[in-house]
Structure formats: C-alpha cells, structure tokens
C-alpha cells in the first residue's frame, strides 16, 4: 500500500492536537520558527527531526544527539519507517501517522503559542536597528529591503492617486514577500472593512483571506500581527474562520497614521509554504505607513480644495441673495422707507421688500426658521410670493393668506416663515396690517413716544394652508415711522451672554425719532453692533423703517 | 445642551434643558427623529428646563408633531415656562399643539387617547 498521503496529528504538550497535511517530500520538526513545523515543547531541539519520502515509503530520523525521539515507545536509531497507526514522541510532543481521510476525533484547534500583536507604533519605532554580524544571505536580504523600501518611498514622495499608490504597496510586498494571498481591505464611509485590492499566484484562486477577529485588532485597534501556524488565541477563540482556512501564517499591519486607521493590509500563505518573519512585519507595517501618511495628504489637499470651491459657492450665492433685496430707496414727497439686512453666516433666512403703487405702498419684512442655505433658498421663495401676490391684493389678510398657503403646501421638513406685511394708504396715513407670528413693530412718534404693535397676531406662515390672518389698522401722522426688525435683533448677545433686549432697542428709537429713516436703520444695525463687541453674530439681523410723510397737495 | 430621556408606559419622555436655538436644535431634532423612526409613536416633550427657544427650536417640534400626526401618533408638551410660552404665543402656535401644565398630566393626556 502506497503512504504517499501522510497526514500527521499533532499533539504538543499542554496544548491541543493540530493537524498537518504531508506536502513536501522532506519536512523539519523543532521549537525553531524556521523549522517546516514549529511546536511550541521546550523539551524539542531548534530542529529536532525530520519526516522525509523514500520511495514509496516515509522516513522519520532525529536530528538531536539526545534520545528524546521515540517511535512507538522505542528509542529511535538512524532512520526508520513509518507506517499508518504510528506514534513517536518528540521531546514531550506526541506525533501520530495516520491516513488521509482516516476520521478525526476532535475538530482540529491549533495551539496558541506564536500569535503576535504589538502596537503598530511600536513595530516602527523598533525597526530599522540592524544586526551588526550581518552576512552572506542576511545581507542581500537587508539590500533587497532597503531597494523595496527606497522605490516604496519615491513613489510616495511623487504625484500618484491613492488607489494607485495602495496598488503599489500591494504590488511590492507581494513580490517580495511572495505570500500566496495579499489583499487590502479599506474601511468604507460606514467604518465596515471592505475588500479593495488583492493579489495571488497565477492559478491559485478564492477569496483573499478574512477574519474578523484579525480585523478588529489590526484595522480596529492599529495593532501589527504575526500570526504563526493556525492559531486560536483568546482574541481568536470564536473564530473559525482561521481554522477552517487550514494552518496558515499570517502577517498583517493596519493603514495607520495619526488621524486613525483607513483600512489594513494582510499577507497569508498556509504554513507549510511561506512562513513570515518579524522581519517581514516590521516591512509591512513601515510601507503601509509611510503609504498611510501620503493617503492622508491627498485627503486634506482634496479637502481643502472642495472647501475653497464651496466658499467660493457661498460668496456667490450671498451676491445674488443680497441682490434680491432693494438697496435703492423711493424718494417720495409722501413717504421715506428704507431697510437693511445683515446676516449671520454668509447666506441667510432673513428678508425685507417693498412694492410702491400710485396711492400705497406695500411693505413686508420676515425671518424663516434656521439659518444657511435651507433658510436662503425659502427666503428667496417667499420673496418671490411677496414679489408676485402683493400686486393683486387689496388686504395684507388676503396677501399673507396667499403666502401661507403655499409656504404650507409639501413642507416636508416644518419650516416656517414669520412675517409682518403692511400697505401705507398714502392719502390717509393709515397702515392695514397682519402679523405672521412675528416680532412686534414699533410705531416712533414724531415726538419720540415708542409703542409696540401687537394687534392683529397671527401664526407663523407654513405650518397651517387654511389660517385666516386677522388685520389691524396703525394710522400714522405725518412724521410718524413704523419700525420693522428680526429677532437677530433683540436676541443679540454680548461677551456676557446678555440679550440687547426691547428696552436698549426703544431707548434708541426714542432718540432717533426725528432723524432720517436710513440713519434709523443704520443706527439701530450699529448699536446692536457695538453691544455684541466681538461677539460673534448667531442670527440675521433685519431692520426696515417706513415714515409717513403726509400729503403735499 | 443637556437632555433627559425615558420611556415610560410607551410614551417617550424628553426633558430638552437650557437654550434650544440654531446651534442646540439639530441635536435634539436627530434624537426625536431616531425614536420616530425607531418605531416610537407617544411623545411627551417637557420643557421646564428650556429658558429660550428660538424659531429652529419650534421648527423642531413642529416637524415632530408633524410626522407623528402621519403615524397616528401623539405629541404632548409639557410646563412651558413664561419666556418660552410667549416665543409659542408671538408665533401663534399654541393652537397648533397639546399643551400640558406638568409632565404627570402630559402623561395622563396620552394615557386617555387622543
């Protein structure tokens, strides 16, 4: 009978039983990590003996001076035959030769001995000290690193795309190190690692190697590994995956630098073929990060560009928001109006607008809820119904009334507009009225008596299509100014946290009760300024001044 | 800004404590809207704790009221102090909403259907 197919049951001391398929005609058995299978048995020789093919037949003999080696019980001599139902012991480790496919009692678990997680950090500090007695193959192996290393950072130091630039890394490792599997693995934008790059021998094929419980030390928590035979540490106690894929060696090192991990990158090839070095460690984990680092940097500059194009977006928006406002006043005999707006980030939700017919003038000022491009662009519409109802309708009921409707209508996300729209009847000086849940104007006498507006309140535009705004009715002497403003206003906050409040407010309406409409605007805009000193601006601010002049007929 | 929530009886219990404006609002509006969408129906928002709210702060709850009312669901908001009840008043949105004196009544409103 043909013993071709030798499959070995391992079981060293203490640990548990592993099993190793026989592929290569000659194999080495010791405690070294050199050796074709390494155990983890004080009592074993770096290389303490070897399993070889001779025909049909498989040899065992010790390598060791010492009669450690028995084969069924009996101190072996020279070299001698193994057959199927065998057993030798090796220092403390027991060997058992058994057919392919005989029936495996225990599922196979791999012995712990050789799983290595440092931090990748310190890998990097550490390497790069070179041994002093390097020679002969130590030394071109060290020459071939540092050409690997040197073409590695060149790459890094040039313009490439960071796809490519990780291709290269994977590229290079894979020829120099020759696993039988790299592959990287990149986080996506929900941080789940996923397969970006691999590469294998031509004809091998399969999924590039995976764990999960790999993942979470390497990529998770920026360790290195070096993981030797099949192994099932603590961290790995649940994993099968790495049992299941056969005894393998693995090395790994995570896409690290100092902002976190991107990703990792894992070099694994069954044990029996390539096992990997502390050597080959501290090269992976130099390259990914040196290639980490360049990553990062493509990252900020691309950034940074789409920062300044979305700056320069802003700006642009500002000039044509602010260009939907008039910054051109009427003249009139009858009446002075002026307005102006500031707004808190460079886009804004506050508003002010006008329309001038032969015997009124209409006039609205309001505020949407929020603040940025959401508030800018329902600004823009609610100027646009201001600007396009305003002309047919006779009450400010009916025009809020027309707004509100369809501010109401697919408002997904209850924003909401307030708004206090009037229309000056120019023979009489009266002011019709309603107020869409908006802050109280001020009526300035001409003697600088202030008081506020409340009647005729109504609900915020948005929320209710049906509302019916009440009116009121303001009548005005001439001389007399109706003050418009936004809660930016009231609500604006100095170094202490204190509101600019109604009372500064009037104080100041009373002593410009008498000066022209802009300087009441411009004042009003300067002492909220100078209140807040240097602190910063958390809402739009919006002022508007409509004086009653009278008839000059 | 600082937040308290439970769930009591199936009925979600916010407490929302100091300013609720522009910067405060969105946290509370991700934390109402993952209940939402978690499944949750009865809200309870106390606002004892608010000393001011601006206008994203009522859009908040507008907009909670308003994908409740889309499930068949409920929001009651509870002891509305002096400064907040006006921001309510001035938009004329009392009407709009449930409005409870305490959280205990809050609760007893939703306990009695709609």
């Given at each position: 009978?043909?013993?071709?197919?030798l499959?070995?049951?391992?079981?060293?001391p203490?640990?548990v039983?592993?099993?190793?398929?026989?592929?290569?005609?000659?194999l080495?058995l010791?405690?070294e990590r050199?050796?074709?299978i390494?155990?983890?048995?004080?009592y074993?020789?770096?290389?303490?003996a070897?399993l070889f093919?001779?025909g049909?037949?498989?040899?065992?003999?010790s390598l060791?001076t010492?009669?450690t080696?028995?084969?069924n019980?009996?101190?072996?001599?020279g070299?001698?035959r193994?057959?199927h139902?065998d057993?030798?012991?090796?220092?403390?480790?027991?060997?058992?030769?058994?057919q392919k496919?005989?029936?495996t009692?225990a599922?196979?678990?791999?012995?712990?001995a050789?799983?290595?997680?440092?931090?990748a950090?310190?890998?990097l500090?550490q390497?790069?000290?070179?041994?002093?007695?390097?020679g002969?193959d130590a030394?071109r192996r060290?020459?071939e690193r540092l050409?690997?290393?040197n073409?590695?950072?060149?790459a890094?130091?040039?313009?490439?795309?960071p796809d490519?630039?990780?291709q290269?890394?994977?590229?290079?490792?894979?020829?120099h190190?020759s696993?039988?599997d790299?592959?990287?693995?990149l986080k996506d934008?929900d941080?789940?690692?996923?397969?970006?790059?691999?590469?294998?021998?031509?004809?091998?094929?399969?999924?590039?190697?995976?764990?999960?419980?790999l993942?979470?030390?390497?990529a998770?928590k920026g360790?290195?590994?070096?993981?030797q035979d099949?192994?099932?540490?603590s961290?790995?106690a649940?994993?099968?995956?790495?049992?299941?894929?056969?005894?393998r060696?693995?090395?790994?090192?995570?896409?690290?630098d100092?902002?976190g991990?991107?990703?990792?990158?894992v070099l694994s090839?069954?044990a029996?073929?390539?096992?990997?070095?502390?050597?080959?460690?501290e090269?992976?984990?130099?390259?990914?990060?040196?290639?980490t680092?360049?990553?990062?940097?493509i990252?900020?500059?691309?950034?940074?560009l789409?920062?300044?194009?979305?700056?320069?977006?802003i700006?642009r928006?500002?000039d044509?928001?602010?260009?939907?406002?008039?910054?051109?006043f009427p003249?009139r005999?009858?009446f002075?109006l002026?307005a102006?707006?500031?707004?808190a980030r460079?886009v804004?939700g506050?508003?002010y607008?006008f329309?001038?017919?032969?015997?009124?003038?209409?006039?609205?000022?309001g505020?949407?809820?929020?603040k940025g491009?959401?508030?800018a662009?329902?600004?823009?519409?609610?100027?646009?119904?201001?600007?396009?109802?305003?002309?047919?309708?006779t009450?400010?009921s009916?025009l809020l009334g027309?707004?509100n409707r369809?501010?109401?209508r697919?408002?997904?996300r209850?924003?909401?507009?307030?708004?206090f729209?009037?229309?000056l009847?120019?023979?009489?000086?009266?002011?019709?009225?309603?107020?869409a849940?908006?802050?109280?104007?001020?009526?300035?006498g001409?003697d600088?008596a202030?008081?506020s507006?409340?009647?005729?309140a109504?609900?915020?535009m948005g929320v209710?299509?049906?509302f019916?705004y009440p009116?009121?009715?303001v009548a005005?002497?001439?001389g007399?100014?109706?003050y418009?403003?936004?809660d930016?206003?009231?609500e604006?906050?100095?170094?202490?946290?204190?509101q600019y409040?109604e009372a500064?407010?009037?104080?100041?309406?009373?002593?410009?009760?008498?000066?022209?409409?802009?300087?009441?605007v411009?004042?009003?805009?300067?002492?909220v300024q100078e209140?807040?000193?240097s602190?910063?601006q958390?809402d739009?601010?919006?002022?508007m001044?409509?004086?009653?002049?009278g008839?000059?007929? | 800004?600082?937040?308290?929530?439970?769930?009591?009886?199936g009925?979600v219990?916010?407490a929302?404590?100091?300013?609720?404006d522009?910067?405060?609002?969105?946290?509370?509006?991700k934390r109402?809207?993952d209940?939402v969408?978690?499944?949750?129906?009865r809200?309870?928002?106390?606002?004892?704790?608010?000393e001011?709210?601006s206008?994203?702060?009522?859009r908040v709850?507008l907009?909670l009221?308003?994908?409740?009312?889309a499930?068949?669901?409920?929001l009651?908001l509870?002891?509305?102090?002096p400064?907040?009840r006006q921001?309510?008043?001035?938009?004329?949105?009392?009407?709009?909403?449930?409005?409870?004196a305490?959280?205990?009544?809050?609760?007893?409103?939703?306990?009695?259907?709609?």
């Open positions: 009978m043909s013993i071709k197919a499959r070995l049951r391992i079981t060293p203490g640990g039983p592993f099993e190793h398929e026989c592929a290569a005609a000659s080495v010791g405690r050199a050796a074709d390494s155990i983890s048995d004080p074993l020789s770096r290389q303490h070897r093919q001779d049909d037949d498989w040899f065992l003999e060791t010492k009669n080696t028995l084969l019980g009996r101190p072996i001599r070299r001698e193994v057959a139902g057993e030798a012991q090796l220092g403390s480790t027991r060997v058992r030769f058994q496919g005989e029936p009692p599922p196979i678990v791999l012995p712990a050789t799983t290595v997680f440092r931090s950090s310190a890998v500090e390497a790069g000290t070179l041994p002093l007695d390097v002969g030394l060290l020459t050409k690997l290393v073409e590695v950072h060149r890094v130091a040039g313009r490439i795309a490519d630039l990780l290269l890394l994977l590229d290079r490792v894979f020829d190190l696993p039988e790299a592959a990287v693995f934008k941080g789940e690692l996923r397969p970006a790059m691999s590469r294998r021998p031509p004809g091998v094929k399969g999924e590039p190697f995976f764990s999960r419980s993942a979470l030390e390497v998770g360790m290195a590994a070096l993981v099949a192994i099932v540490d961290r790995f649940s994993s099968e995956s790495i049992v299941m894929s056969g005894v060696s693995i090395v790994a090192a995570p896409l690290l100092t902002e991990s991107l990703g990792m990158i090839s069954h029996h073929v390539r096992r990997f070095s502390e050597e080959d460690l090269l992976l984990v130099s390259l990914s990060s040196a290639v680092l360049r990553i990062r940097t990252a900020l500059a691309e950034e940074a789409q920062h300044r194009l979305l700056e320069k977006d700006d928006a500002r044509i928001q602010m260009s939907m406002l008039p910054t051109v003249a005999a009858e002075a002026s102006a707006l500031r707004p460079s804004g506050d508003l607008d329309l001038e017919g032969p015997d009124g003038v209409w006039f609205f000022l505020d949407v809820s929020g491009f959401p508030a662009l329902l600004m823009a519409v609610t100027r646009t119904l201001f600007r396009a109802s305003a002309p047919d309708e009450s400010p009916a027309r707004m369809e501010l109401s697919d408002n997904e209850a924003m909401f507009v307030t708004g729209a009037g229309r009847d120019l023979a009489t000086g009266e002011v019709a009225f309603s107020n849940g908006h802050n109280r104007p001020y009526v300035i001409q600088g202030v008081r507006v409340g009647e005729a109504g609900m915020v209710d299509g049906d019916e009116v009121g009715v005005l002497a001439p007399d100014t109706l418009l403003y936004t930016g206003v009231t604006a906050l100095d170094a202490a946290s204190r409040g500064r407010l009037e104080a100041r309406l009373r002593e410009l009760a008498q000066a022209p409409v802009g300087t009441v411009q004042e009003t805009l300067h002492a209140f807040a000193g602190t910063p958390s739009d601010i919006a002022v001044a409509v004086r009653y002049l008839l000059t007929k | 800004m600082e937040m308290t929530d439970e769930t009591r009886d009925v219990i916010v929302p404590t100091g300013r609720l522009v910067n405060t609002s969105a946290e509370l509006e109402l809207l209940k969408a978690a499944g949750e129906t809200f309870v928002v106390d606002l004892t704790a608010v001011y709210i206008s994203a702060g009522l709850l907009l009221a308003k994908q409740l009312k499930r068949s669901g409920r009651v509870s002891s509305l102090g400064a907040v921001v309510f008043e001035l938009a004329g949105l009392l009407p709009v909403f449930a409005v409870e305490s959280r205990e009544q809050a609760m007893g409103r939703l306990a009695s259907g709609p």
